[in-house]
């Protein structure tokens, strides 16, 4: 059976920390083929950016502990040398982050920072990057990009500067590109932009793409599958489709719940998951969505199973996981008839 | 960036003058500069005298504007024009012509305080220079090596190491460098000062070290931590993780983007305390005997030398204000946020 | 047949100048933040100000509070004008507008316990007698829903939303008519959001404040406010009742705006709606394009655009107000 291009399987990252060991993601596993879109929803403190930084070996030469196995390709990364991980890093796998104004050293001209990115990899001539980076520039939509090249970072506008990070990463053709909430501090207009942009770039060059966001909608447009995270684990897993028109998962449906549209029914209430995402020190044994979760009591009368057990991610229907002892989730749908949620 | 120089010199200029405004005011307006200037042992004879050479009874704006004036053009020594002219016939040689800038006499010393600080200023400024170099190289050394093994024992070593030789006054340390490190223990040949005409280069650092060496402990236990907090505040930056992810070998992304990051605020640190420093360092010539400017000061004082104390603050104050513009451009041009505003 | 407006805001104007990078620093030219701005609000109601960065709408915010002196333009509360208001002046006013800020964890000061943070405009205003703060505070924290036993805690120990809601707390202290919130939930967690929003709606009912809900989420704002203005370069290009302008909006600009959120009920029902694209960034505030400042994106553009400045007015048959030459129909 061959692997899927991209395989994490059983990820798991601890920090330890004076105050005990923070368990950013336990036992996260999903699979990514060239050219698709894996969409990753979380919240703060679900691990979402723990877990991709972990592809990308970001944890190496820290305190955190790292194990599972992350297969790129045919090879477990994890089980690469330092070294080794250097090379793919930047080159086979690259990431862009959230703030591109702080992500961008504020010293160095735009142009110099995109060539280090291309002569990391390439042993190459400062002309040489040059050009290459003037086309990377253009490629993303930049104008004027051999006068823009010598500008420094913050004489750009946060769109562009985002565009000047995506440059930087997809200058080498990684096989595969993380996304950490690309769009979230850009305006809306802006956001669109550059949702359009990273999809062209995806089909040209068959890109594996990983998004995270906490946006639902901007899930909903890009992605071809996406993977709900919930206190490092994964709690629901399947398409765009299937997540929004039959969320089984009470998390899942609590956030489709409390975020407001542009669109339906006006009048429909936002309903709030009422408490807070819970520590990953000392996780409690059993669901860790079970202190605000509705639907506990449904499971077997007590809220016992729930509060005892975790849920193993099982398919509900094939391509649809959940991490849930709740058997039939049609039930939660009873509590906002105005959804009109698929049945 | 020119503009942007030529308005910081503009600026500098003017605080120049304004200080020394408040070092006149400071020095003439609050006590009796003659009493002062006559010291201990007074007579009326010699009070006189001295109110003659330099005019300590004339109005306060008449002495500003004679001062003023022999910093731009020259002035001459006695004020009193009545004095001068009759000096001039009988005794020609003790009237002073000094140029510009002129920042006093010493009749104490017979000569212009300009001249007496030129005769004690290269002992200071090569003091300086060396405990800078010191301090600067091996701060950040041991500052940068305390951040990449932050939480180590190479850290912890450090930083206690740094907090005991921090807290040590000057004047211990140069005594402890002389008396043991020198004397008892011979571990280095007695600090007598030789310049580099005489000794040659060897012979000259060598009777530098241990001088410099006292002045730069201080302030490289300062730099180390400062370093260290630095480098960890520039690491923990977003645009580190972004060199990372690019593939970066560590060694670039540690000083290439990181320590460039921490070295900015550094540097214009370490521009203003050299600048202290250019004033002369009191303790530590002191202890050595080294003749700079500290123990031109500390005997000027002793001799209530009025004009050479005046000459000496000047000299320290515009000292600053000149390495404070030369800071100040450098971080323009090392920030490309600050000049392209 | 409307009552006098609690707030009536004419033409405010808001030019910060430009200094030059030349020996002497001159003014070079201004950037236009608020360019002419009008709108009323009435008791009890709350009105959106939706735009993205560049549009002035956050400057509006702070000139309606006061915490800036506008360039010129009216600011009429309860009839009276604040515009040019000395601070003497302002201070029994800054009783009646209140602001929320964005940034929970940096608009609290850490040094302050909570209690002292709420209970400050108690102290400064004077209100209550010095025994008797601590039972208002404690009654403030209760009502945005905080353990009234908390007043002793730092900001540093409580979560993000908890922060907003302490920064809320503060705002309601002195019982205001107005509160201008200024993105007052987007650095908050999504579920979290929910919570901040329900609090500030039943707040709005229980104590009847009008609200001036700045925000670049055209989701949330949908969803608190029924009347929305469009801000785009310092100028208000729609304004208008929040069915209208998201069933049918009439400025090109707020057509784009919204075609560009991304839609999760949209999604849901499997449609998709056909996307406007604009292209190039916002342009720059100090030298904003002449007549409609929006005409350099907009794919209806015509001469007149350039030559004279749209102004806004009623489109079709509703209450619908929008600076167009061409509206949609």
Known sequence: MTRPFLSVENLVVHFPTPDGIVRATDGLSYSLERGQTLGIVGESGSGKSVSSSAILGLHRGTSARVSGQIWLDGVDLLQLSDEEMRKRRGHDVAMIFQDPLSSLHPYYRVGDQIGEAYRAHHNVSKRAARIRTIEMLARVGIPQPDRRVDDYPHQFSGGMRQRVMIAMALINDPTLLIADEPTTALDVTVQAQILDLLQDLQREFQTALIMITHDLGVIAEVADDVLVMYAGRAVEHGSGRDLLTKPSMPYTWGLIQSIPDVSGPVDKPLRPIPGSPPSLVNPPKGCAFFPRCPYAKLVDGTGDRCANEMPELLPITPGHLKRCHLEDPEVMYEDAPELEVAR | ?341 | MSATPLLDVRDLVMHFPVKSRGIVARTVGHVKAVDGVSFTLQAGQALGLVGESGSGKTTTGRLITRLQKPTSGQILFEGQDIAKSSPRQLKPLRREIQMIFQDPYTSLNPRQTVGEIVGAPLAIHKLVPRDKRLGRVQELLEIVGLNPEHYNRYPHEFSGGQRQRIGIARALTLQPKVLVADEPVSALDVSIQAQVINLMQDLQREFNIAFLFIAHDLAIVRHFCPEIAVMYLGKIVEKAPREELYAAPKHPYTKALLSAVPDVEQARIGGRRERIRLTGDVPSPINPPSGCHFRTRCWKAQDVCATTEPLLQKVGAGADEAACHFPEP
């Open chain 2, 1 to 341: 960036m020119i503009a942007f120089a030529i308005r910081r010199i503009l600026v500098g200029i003017a605080m120049l003058l304004a200080m020394v405004l408040v070092v006149f005011v400071l020095f003439f307006a609050a006590g009796n500069p003659a009493r002062d200037v006559c010291g201990k042992f007074c007579t009326p004879d010699k009070l006189k005298q001295i109110t003659q050479v330099y005019g300590y009874d004339q109005p306060l704006t008449y002495q500003f504007g004679q001062f003023m004036k022999g910093l731009v053009i020259g002035r001459d020594f006695p004020v009193d024009d009545k004095y001068r002219a009759q000096l001039e016939k009988t005794h020609p040689e003790l009237v002073i012509h000094c140029d510009a800038p002129c920042l006093g006499y010493s009749q104490h010393d017979s000569m212009t305080v300009n001249a007496e600080i030129a005769k004690y200023y290269p002992i200071t400024i090569q003091l300086a220079i060396f405990s800078f170099l010191l301090w600067i190289v091996f701060g950040i050394l041991f500052g940068v090596l305390a951040a990449v093994f932050k939480g180590r024992w190479l850290d912890r070593i450090v930083v206690g190491v740094t907090l005991v030789v921090y807290a040590l006054p000057t004047f211990f340390v140069g005594t402890f460098l002389l008396q043991y490190i020198s004397i008892r223990w011979k571990l280095f040949p007695y600090p007598r000062y030789v310049s580099i005409a005489d000794g040659g280069p060897i012979a000259w650092i060598t009777s530098l070290f241990l001088p410099a060496l006292t002045l730069a402990l201080f302030y490289m236990a300062g730099y180390v931590r400062i370093t260290r907090a630095f480098v960890l505040e520039s690491m923990s930056e977003d645009y580190i993780r972004t060199a990372k992810a690019k593939g970066l070998p560590m060694r670039v992304v540690l000083f290439k983007h990181g320590l460039r990051a921490a070295l900015t605020p550094l540097l214009s640190m370490a521009g203003l305390d050299f600048a202290a420093l250019l004033a002369g360092a009191v303790i530590t010539e002191s202890v050595f005997n080294y003749q700079g400017l500290g123990l031109l000061a500390v005997t000027a004082n002793k001799n209530s030398d009025l004009p050479i104390l005046i000459g000496l603050v000047i000299t320290a104050g515009a000292a600053v204000i000149v390495m404070n513009i030369i800071v100040d451009l450098l971080y323009a041009y090392v920030d490309p946020r600050v000049r392209l505003r």
